[in-house]
């Protein structure tokens, strides 16, 4: 039987932000996997199939980056959400954590009410663009999607006032 509280999977090497926000995430009615390996968290995402991944850009070992590409290397998590939950926020590393491929980038320190209100937000679009369901093999519908859902975005900011 599916749940129907979302599962985070939160990665991140400081064992206080681990604890913070893994808490008050269960208290929001989230369920939550914390990990503090990068390496670790490739396979606990396969065995788990959360319904988001949070992972910061800085950790041990093989560093966020290095971690997206291989989660996206997994057909069963090619279409599961990867937000860069990290203390990079210069202009340079948002960029290049978005030509990355993750889905969004959420700046550190985070209110635990705002990150709250972003997971349900990003969980909430990417079941808009592909339901739970769906297969998650065909990379190819993953990557138009993407590459469609980035110049919707890019569309919508330039049609913004300034």
Known sequence: MPHSRPLVLLVDNHADTRDMYSEYLRMRDFRVIACSDSRMSIDLARTCAPDIILLELRMNGMNGAEALA???????????????????????????????????????PC???????????????????VPHNALRADQGVVRRRRAAAREHAVAASAQTPR
Request: glycine share 2%; hydrophobic share 55%; charged share 20%.
């Open 111 to 129: 209110f635990p009410e705002d990150l709250a209100r972003a997971i349900t937000r990003i969980i909430s679009a990417s079941r808009i663009l």
């Open 70 to 108: 291989r989660l996206r290397q997994e057909p069963s998590l090619a279409l599961v959400p990867i937000v860069a939950l990290t203390a990079s926020v210069l202009s340079f590393e948002r960029a290049a954590a978005m030509a990355a491929g993750f889905t969004e980038l959420l700046p550190k």
